[in-house]
């Protein structure tokens, strides 16, 4: 099993900034993708940004160039900055990790989520 922890949701005006984190534990040699999901009110779960280890990193294209996906250098640490935050950014947004073969998903596992509002 792995547990994610998220931490850094909030309250940000339009065109401000937060930075969010992820930290993995348990099974973690087992990961191999992180990334970030949302869920905005009355839709579906959509990818945001993901990283599969040694590849290069996949973002959706409404945040392309406003959002940066990183991690740690233990590897099972992720954060996403957000700029140039707009009220459509509005989710809550959730880490995922998991465990790929190729392109067989494995496993997954989901942080609890937090709360993004952006409004002025």
């Known amino acids: 099993q792995v547990q994610l922890v998220e931490s850094g949701g909030g309250l940000a005006q339009p065109g401000g900034s937060l930075n969010l984190s992820c930290a993995a534990s348990?099974?973690?040699?087992?990961?191999?993708?992180m990334g970030w999901f949302r869920q905005a009110p009355g839709k579906g779960r959509e990818m945001v940004a993901t990283?599969?280890?040694?590849?290069?990193?996949n973002y959706t294209d409404s945040v392309k160039g406003r959002f940066t996906i990183s991690r740690g250098n233990a590897e099972h640490t992720v954060w996403l900055q957000m700029n140039d935050l707009r009220p459509e950014n509005t989710a809550v947004y959730y880490c995922?990790?998991?465990?790929?073969?190729?392109?067989?998903?494995?496993?997954?596992?989901w942080g609890q989520g937090t709360q993004v509002t952006v409004s002025s």
């Open positions: 348990g099974s973690t040699f087992t990961v191999n993708v």
């Open positions: 995922n990790a998991q465990t790929q073969d190729g392109e067989i998903l494995i496993s997954e596992y």
């Open positions: 990283m599969k280890y040694n590849k290069p990193v």
